[in-house]
């Protein structure tokens, strides 16, 4: 069920080239999201932009999560583009936002045993929706493959990399120094990518 409600911004930073993560304190939007749901925020208070802009969930930690300074919190991560982002990036702690969601369907979550593995593919911006299912699956077979345009595309290393199960190795998707040897393995590549028979084989095992 979607909520127009209030929240604060708690951080918003430049993480790297023009990409930004804000964190904003919610609970009814960190209870409610599922992985794959977005927002929509109200950027100004007046008519310019006169229209919300959508935003994929980054992380959300409702009530009852572990980490309980962020409880009540949720983050997007979002790309300076234009005037609305811009304006975005300029926000500070202790501003008002005006939110409407979650939105949309979210991912179809299937049962983890269903699967010997589990493969996410993202490229840049569109990795954000994809940490929350990562959650989901951690303790699974998990393989995560990200790529952008450039080098400042490639976004959210370190975060996937704070889960136990994962090792990172980074290089070209055709290059012989991408070796996925564990069960568990971040990927770092280069954007775009395409996965076929013979690369699967070659370079990223018996899926």
Same mark, same amino acid.
């Given at each position: 069920?979607p909520?127009? &409600?209030?929240?604060?911004?708690?951080?918003?930073?430049r993480?790297?080239?023009?990409?930004?993560?804000?964190?904003?304190?919610?609970?009814?939007?960190?209870?409610?999201?599922?992985?794959?749901?977005?927002?929509?925020?109200?950027?100004?208070?007046?008519?310019?932009?006169?229209?919300?802009?959508?935003?994929s969930?980054?992380?959300?930690?409702?009530?009852?999560?572990?980490?309980? &300074?962020? $409880?009540?919190?949720?983050? !997007?991560?979002?790309?300076e583009?234009?005037?609305? &982002?811009?304006?975005?990036?300029?926000?500070?702690?202790g501003? $008002?936002?005006?939110?409407?969601?979650?939105?949309?369907?979210?991912?179809?979550?299937?049962?983890?045993s269903?699967?010997? $593995?589990?493969?996410?593919?993202g490229?840049?911006?569109?990795?954000v929706s994809?940490? #929350?299912?990562?959650?989901?699956?951690?303790? #699974?077979? *998990?393989?995560?493959? !990200?790529?952008?345009?450039?080098?400042?595309d490639?976004?959210?290393?370190?975060d996937?990399?704070?889960?136990?199960?994962?090792?990172?190795?980074?290089?070209? !998707?055709?290059?012989?120094?991408?070796?996925?040897?564990?069960?568990?393995? *971040?990927?770092?590549v280069?954007?775009?990518?395409t996965? &076929?028979?013979?690369?699967?084989?070659? $370079?990223?095992?018996?899926?």
């Open positions: 069920m909520y127009q &409600t209030q929240g604060v911004v708690i951080r918003n930073r993480i790297k080239s023009v990409y930004y993560l804000m964190e904003i304190e919610c609970p009814l939007i960190a209870a409610a999201v599922k992985p794959g749901q977005f927002i929509m925020l109200k950027i100004s208070d007046n008519h310019s932009p006169l229209l919300r802009r959508p935003f969930v980054y992380k959300s930690y409702p009530e009852n999560h572990t980490r309980k &300074t962020r $409880k009540n919190h949720f983050s !997007i991560l979002y790309k583009v234009g005037k609305g &982002t811009k304006m975005m990036s300029q926000f500070r702690k501003r $008002k936002m005006d939110i409407l969601g979650p939105l949309g369907n979210g991912f179809s979550i299937p049962s983890s269903t699967f010997d $593995k589990i493969v996410l593919i490229g840049g911006i569109g990795i994809l940490y #929350s299912l990562a959650e989901v699956f951690k303790e #699974s077979v *998990l393989y995560v493959l !990200i790529g952008g345009k450039t080098v400042d490639i976004l959210c290393l370190e996937f990399a704070q889960f136990p199960e994962y090792e990172i190795t980074k290089g070209k !998707i055709n290059s012989p120094e991408v070796i996925i040897e564990p069960d568990r393995i *971040l990927v770092d280069n954007y775009p990518l996965i &076929t028979r013979e690369n699967s084989k070659s $370079k990223l095992g018996n899926f």
